[in-house]
């Protein structure tokens, strides 16, 4: 399963990270770093092999592959800045985190914009209807 991998990758980061951080300060960190990229990099690959599922999804149900791409992008960007805060808390730079953070949902608000559309456009359809 590849939560365990996950939780493995993480705990060894975290051990190699709390070892180097007395001797290495500067290289605990770069350890922390290299050891999220690579968690990073490994739940791309895991969602990558199963995100042809939102597309049968989105078939099925008839919903346009653009809207479901659009919330993929969402969830992602909301990933992407929390883990990227995360990181820049690690640095101490929590001002900046809560400044990437506020960014990330600005640019959220603004990817919801088509779903919004679409949204309306379908309760305008159904009060024409009534």
């Known amino acids: 399963m590849e939560i365990f991998q996950l939780i493995g990758i993480a705990f060894v980061t975290a051990v190699?990270?709390?070892?180097?951080?007395?001797?290495?300060?500067?290289?605990?960190?770069?350890?922390?770093?290299?050891?999220?990229?690579?968690?990073?990099?490994?739940?791309?690959?895991?969602?990558?092999?199963?995100?042809?599922?939102?597309?049968?999804?989105?078939?099925?149900?008839?919903?346009?592959?653009?809207?479901?791409?659009?919330?993929?992008?969402?969830?992602?960007?909301?990933?992407?800045?929390?883990?990227?805060?995360?990181?820049?808390?690690?640095f101490g730079q929590n001002s900046t985190a809560d400044k990437l953070i506020l960014g990330g949902k600005v640019v959220i608000l603004v990817l919801a914009i088509p779903i919004l559309r679409s949204v309306l456009s379908l309760v305008l359809q159904l009060l024409r209807l009534i």
């Open 16 to 90: 190699a990270a709390l070892l180097l951080k007395e001797t290495k300060p500067e290289l605990a960190f770069a350890v922390t770093v290299a050891g999220g990229i690579i968690l990073l990099l490994f739940v791309f690959d895991v969602l990558r092999d199963n995100l042809a599922i939102f597309g049968e999804i989105a078939d099925a149900t008839g919903i346009d592959s653009s809207l479901v791409k659009i919330l993929l992008k969402m969830v992602g960007i909301g990933y992407l800045v929390e883990f990227s805060a995360g990181i820049l808390n690690d």
